[in-house]
């Protein structure tokens, strides 16, 4: 028998890394850990809240919100915490990143038009794009597994629509708050 290693892509080699956000030294800090809690190590460090981390596809990027330039804006970083860019750079705040499954697409909130809406950028924070226009808050944009759809939060209720925005649709309706809208592999 014949044993063959298939290489090592970034996402393999640091499968299972956990990303979070914490306030143990002082101010909200972007870290990672090794799914047992051992390892954990502070990927960002200033002054500013940096919270919000969300892994690229092939794990080798994060996505996170900070306001260091003095709003909330979406950045990205290499998964060991170099390389940190700004790719959104709007007057207003800009929230909740998201990547597309391809690594293309940030889906992200944005109170820029003076409501909570979703946007969708490239990767590189070009061709920002307002996919909402509701009355109501639309927060935490949620991309489908094949990138197809969004799901993401209206006000109180679930919704999803297509990846540019057309045929939203409501899923939940219940006087409760339903959130963070999350889609199964």
Do not use: C
Not at 165 to 174: A, P
């Amino acid at each position: 028998t014949v044993s063959r290693t298939q290489p090592q892509t970034p996402a393999s080699r640091y499968n299972g890394k956990i990303a979070f956000t914490s306030k143990r030294d002082g101010n909200y800090e972007i870290y990672t850990m090794n799914p047992d809690g051992s390892n954990q190590t502070r990927l960002t460090d200033n002054p500013a809240e940096d919270s919000g981390p969300a892994w690229s596809p092939d794990g080798s990027m994060i996505a996170f919100t900070s306001n260091r330039d003095g709003n909330f804006e979406i950045y990205t970083m290499n998964l060991d915490g170099t390389n940190q860019t700004r790719i959104t750079n709007a007057p207003a705040n800009d929230l909740n990143p998201d990547w597309s499954p391809d690594g293309a697409k940030i889906a992200f909130m944005s109170d820029r038009n003076g409501n909570d809406e979703i946007y969708v950028m490239n990767l590189d924070g070009t061709n920002q794009t307002r996919l909402t226009s509701n009355p109501a808050i639309d927060r935490d944009p949620a991309f489908s597994p094949d990138g197809s759809r969004i799901a993401f939060q209206n006000q109180r209720d679930i919704y999803v629509m297509n990846a540019d925005g057309t045929g939203q649709s409501r899923l939940t309706d219940h006087p409760a708050s339903d959130y963070d809208p999350s889609w199964s592999p």
